[in-house]
Nanobody, 126 residues
Framework: QLQAFGGGLVQTGGSLRLSCAAS????????MAWFRQAPGKEREFVAV????????FYADSVKGRFTISRDNAKNTVYLQMNSLKPEDTAVYYC?????????????????????WGQGTQVTVSS
C-alpha cells in the first residue's frame, strides 16, 4: 500500500528526494513519517508530517537539512534531503499512522505506525 522510491548513491553534500506513494487506499487523513535503518543499527525516526501538512517534526540529526512534505491530492509524501552526510546512509522507510487527524507531534509522541512501505536505499559516499 506504500511504496518508497528515489534512493540512490550520492556524494557528501549532495541532495536526494524520496517519495512515498500510497495505493489501494488514501492516507490523506493520517500523519506520515519517514524512518531509516543503517546496517547493524536499529531503525530510527527521521521526520513526521501531520495529516493536513500543517505541522512537521524532525530528528535532531536531520533538522535543517531534511524537509518532509505531502501532497494529499497525489496521496504522496516526500522527503527532501540536502547536505547529505555519510552517516545518512541507510534504508529509508515511509510509514502511516493508523489513527486519523493527528498532528506531527501527536503522531511522534504516540504514533501507531502500522502501514509500512518497502525501503529505498540511500548511500552517501565520502
Amino acid at each position: 500500500q506504500l511504496q518508497a522510491f528515489g534512493g540512490g548513491l550520492v556524494q557528501t553534500g549532495g541532495s536526494l528526494r524520496l517519495s512515498c506513494a500510497a495505493s489501494g487506499r488514501t492516507f490523506s487523513k493520517n500523519a506520515m513519517a519517514w524512518f531509516r535503518q543503517a546496517p547493524g543499527k536499529e531503525r530510527e525516526f527521521v521526520a513526521v508530517i501531520g495529516w493536513s501538512g500543517g505541522s512537521t517534526f524532525y530528528a535532531d540529526s536531520v533538522k535543517g537539512r531534511f524537509t518532509i512534505s505531502r501532497d494529499n491530492a497525489k496521496n504522496t509524501v516526500y522527503l527532501q534531503m540536502n547536505s547529505l552526510k555519510p552517516e545518512d546512509t541507510a534504508v529509508y522507510y515511509c510509514a502511516a499512522d493508523s489513527r486519523q487527524y493527528y498532528s506531527a507531534m501527536s503522531s511522534y509522541t504516540s504514533g501507531s505506525y502500522i502501514y509500512w512501505g518497502q525501503g529505498t536505499q540511500v548511500t552517501v559516499s565520502s
